[in-house]
């Protein structure tokens, strides 16, 4: 991949947009993130610009989305795609409890372990390690041991191991599968995609969006599939607000 910063965006492209780490800075814990004041007018004029074709693709369920975005209310996808939400407001949702002993176990984990914090989802559920990265190790082994104990668990679930964090989610969705859903929707059909993201929970979102002739963008560090880079959410919040300027 290359460290390029990408092109400005044009009118005719669908763009997609990470939360945590791509507009918004990761936080201690994720009750903690602040959303720059850049952001709400940033995504009020892009949404405009783009004739609506602009979604907030994320592993927060989109009611916390929607709290930290209001009053906005933009296409969505929560949960690394177990639900989203279209221009129109359409909600399609896949949710599924998580077994319940892999639960208790990273339930009992953050118990056990002061700084570590157990985050359930509708679809899943999270557990941070931010202020414990020395327990990394105790929690992937730990985690991983209960999600093979569980009889076919491993063909449903799967651990995504994200920005110190641990996520469990269905093998079923993803942010590209939640991408190509939106796609073929109005006001996204027959627009290249743009996929910007942080993490390796990105990836298939970025992905999805070159397979459709797009590009994607990864924020800060680390391996990636995308075409061009941005240093961190200050990068993001300075591209896209030269793009709306534009």
Do not use: N
Not at 60 to 68: E, H, N, S, T, V
Not at 87 to 95: D, I, K, S, T, W
Not at 112 to 137: M, N, Q, V
């Amino acid at each position: 991949m290359t460290s390029t910063e990408p092109p400005l965006l044009s009118a005719s492209l669908a763009l997609f947009l990470d939360f945590d780490g791509t507009l918004a800075p990761l936080a201690p814990r994720p009750q903690d993130v602040r959303v720059p004041v850049w952001v709400r007018p940033a995504l009020t004029t892009l949404s405009q610009r783009l004739q609506g074709a602009l979604a907030i693709v994320s592993g927060r369920p989109i009611a916390q989305l929607d709290g930290f975005l209001a009053p906005l209310r933009l296409a969505a996808a929560g949960a690394h795609g177990a639900e989203w939400r279209d221009a129109a407001g359409r909600v399609e949702q896949r949710h599924h409890a998580p077994p319940a002993a892999v639960a208790d176990c990273a339930r009992a984990l953050a118990v056990a372990h002061a700084g570590l914090i157990f985050e359930p989802k509708a679809s899943g559920l999270s557990l941070h390690y931010r202020a414990r990265p020395e327990l990394e190790a105790l929690c992937r082994d730990t985690l991983t041991a209960a999600l093979v104990a569980v009889p076919g668990a491993g063909a449903t679930w799967e651990w995504l191991h994200g920005h110190l964090v641990f996520e469990l989610k269905q093998r079923a969705v993803s942010k590209g599968l939640a991408v190509q859903a939106l796609l073929a929707r109005s006001p996204f059909a027959g627009r290249p995609p743009v996929f910007v993201g942080d993490d390796v929970t990105d990836e298939d979102g970025i992905r999805a969006a070159q397979a459709a002739g797009g590009f994607g963008v990864r924020v800060g560090p680390g391996r990636s599939l995308a075409r061009y880079r941005l240093a961190d959410t200050d990068a993001v919040g300075a591209w896209l607000t030269r793009t709306h300027h534009a």
